[in-house]
């Protein structure tokens, strides 16, 4: 009963560091998603990538930020040189065309 | 570009009170899909409505879809404390482009 699976699950970097967020989809599913969500927030929709190919990135930063989906493992979401603003929660979903499944998120802390 | 605005963003109620979530749309919609997140938990997806007018019924929850297509509404009857949670809808335009959350409603119930 494998779902969608995310690690680490908590990340603690110092400024400047990289954080590196992995995401593997459900099984038999190939579009996958990233959003970041703050404290009492909503979701906001960053990158929709299908395997070895990134669909939609309108809304990732253009700096630090990068995402892929290779062909094989999981999908990556790289923030590079963290600033104490990209401390969030960053959730992956999974979808084979109706709905999206979430993993358990990962929570950055930026210190 | 695309919002989708949710009211209320608090809501509490006495156990047994019902409670109803509205979520609008600036533009039509193809379908609104409505998750739930538990404090601390990841997005459970919970429905998907297509149809022009739709309503569609799990247990106590009834989601209805607008004749627009640009408003949504969840409705829970007789709240239950299992209830608390955030309830999200989130439009999609077209089969490429992304989901777009509301803010949420934050529900909680009163024992």
């Known amino acids: 009963n494998a779902g969608v699976m995310q690690n680490p699950r908590h990340l603690v970097r110092r400024r400047g560091q990289e954080a590196r967020l992995r995401c593997s989809p459900m099984k038999g599913h190939s579009h996958v998603y990233w959003y970041r969500q703050l404290p009492e927030e909503g979701l906001k929709f960053m990158v929709y990538l299908q395997k070895e190919n990134i669909i939609d990135e309108s809304g990732m930063p253009k700096e630090r930020f990068s995402a892929e989906f290779p062909k094989e493992g999981p999908s990556i979401l790289r923030i590079q040189q963290v600033v104490r603003g990209d401390s969030a929660a960053y959730f992956c979903?999974?979808?084979?065309?109706?709905?999206?499944?979430f993993g358990a998120g990962t929570r950055l802390s930026v210190l | 570009g695309q919002q989708v605005m949710q009211i209320p963003q608090y809501q509490h109620v006495q156990e047994g009170e019902d409670f109803t979530t509205y979520c609008n749309s600036s533009?039509?919609?193809?379908?609104i899909q409505w998750y739930k997140q538990r404090p601390g938990g990841h997005p459970v997806f919970l429905i998907q409505l297509v149809k022009s007018g739709e309503v569609k019924k799990q247990k106590r929850l009834t989601f209805q879809f607008g004749e627009a297509k640009k408003n949504s509404s969840l409705h829970i009857t007789a709240t239950q404390t299992t209830d608390v949670g955030t309830y999200f809808c989130?439009?999609?335009?077209?089969?490429?482009?992304?989901?777009?959350f509301g803010k949420g409603t934050r529900l909680s119930v009163i024992a």
């Open positions: 979903a999974s979808s084979r065309g109706r709905g999206q499944y």
């Open positions: 533009t039509t919609l193809s379908n």
């Open positions: 989130a439009g999609l335009n077209s089969g490429n482009t992304p989901l777009v």
